[in-house]
């Protein structure tokens, strides 16, 4: 007999992929009103014409992701003239990104020799215009930090697109764009707050009903995994993660249910998750930032001094580990003028 085949028998789960990110469940708990908000603002597109942007903001793990690729499903299924598209602007922050990844997705081909933006723009305009067209742009702040939010005006006023999705979690970011962009995307606002831990649990009761075999999963186990995820920013993501690895704790001792020992092994190994979640996909400038103000606070001239940032690179970098919630910045008077203090949060 072989390792898996030992490993394989009794697990306790009838369904594992129903506690991974990319599974979008039947029913979205605690956010039936967004859902029904975001259908009813693209219900324009079913008809060929336009809608609105709509601006899905909030905090991390409130369900902005899993609701724009929930509706997207349905309008789909609805709908065969309608095709959608995901773009992670976290992994594709340029406008030649975007549209590189448009342009993948959507099976068209491009020369070797490449092409300049307005020719990769034009080849995509024409292949997504055959269709009622519905962009969802992820974490789409990162193309205001890198300069790139140019890329948002072209794509809103282009007719080949009939509806934009926007999420991010900085509520700020639409108040920040240029006024045109702005007027441009007219984006209806629609903001995630955080889970309360009623909403938490019943999250969790309905995935482990997916995930876990009949009685296959104490209240117990949910109520840990809820409660740690409800300290942490109502982050049901976390939560979802946290009841994933209480299963594999539970198959590991070879257990037929998984059991409060095997959430509290599964949050014992969840080291002050909400900051290493956001310090994963950290930049080195932005690990060299953390670094030097590590045990202490400094001013935002020191900060650029240190690294040897421009003022203006400078502070955008620091209004992105501002909005990423890992450092706070205040300003105070010194002499006759005013400076910015920097420190971790």
């Not at 609701?67 to 499903?73: D, T």
Request: hydrophobic share 40%.
């Amino acid at each position: 007999m072989g390792l898996f085949d030992d490993l394989s028998k009794d697990s306790v789960f009838k369904n594992e992929l129903a506690l991974t990110p990319d599974f979008i469940p039947e029913n979205l708990a605690g956010r039936e009103t967004e859902l029904k908000e975001i259908a009813f603002a693209l219900q324009p597109v079913l008809k060929g014409s336009k809608a609105r942007a709509v601006f899905l903001h909030g905090v991390p793990g409130t369900g902005k992701t899993t609701s724009a690729e929930k509706v997207m499903q349905e309008l789909k299924d609805y709908s065969q003239s309608v095709a959608c598209f995901k773009v992670n602007c976290w992994n594709n922050y340029t406008h030649a990104a975007v549209l590189s990844e448009l342009a993948q997705q959507a099976g068209i081909g491009m020369p070797r020799r490449g092409l300049a933006s307005d020719e990769v723009f034009a080849r995509v305009e024409e292949e997504l215009s055959k269709k009622k067209t519905v962009v969802f742009l992820d974490e789409v702040d990162r193309l205001a930090f890198k300069g790139e939010e140019n890329a948002l005006y072209e794509l809103s006023r282009s007719n080949a697109f009939k509806a934009l999705i926007l999420a991010t979690n900085n509520s700020e970011f639409l108040t920040k764009l240029d006024d045109r962009i702005r007027s441009s995307l007219n984006a209806l606002s629609i903001e995630y707050k955080k889970y309360s831990p009623k909403e938490l649990k019943e999250i969790l009761r309905e995935r482990a009903k997916i995930a876990f075999k009949t009685n296959a999963c104490s209240e117990e186990a949910i109520a840990l995994c809820t409660a740690f995820a409800a300290k942490n920013n109502g982050d049901a993501r976390l939560a979802i993660s946290l009841l994933l690895d209480s299963g594999r704790n539970a198959d590991k001792r070879g257990s037929q249910k998984v059991d409060e020992v095997d959430a509290r092994q599964a949050i014992d190994n969840t080291s002050n998750p909400s900051k290493d979640k956001k310090l994963v996909n950290l930049n080195s400038v932005e690990k060299q930032i953390l670094d030097f103000l590590k045990d202490k606070e400094a001013s935002a001239g020191e900060v650029y001094a240190s690294i040897s940032l421009g003022e203006r690179a400078g502070r955008n970098y620091l209004r992105l580990l501002e909005a990423k919630g890992l450092i706070t910045r205040t300003e105070t008077t010194k002499g006759k003028g005013r400076t910015t203090i920097v420190k971790l949060k």
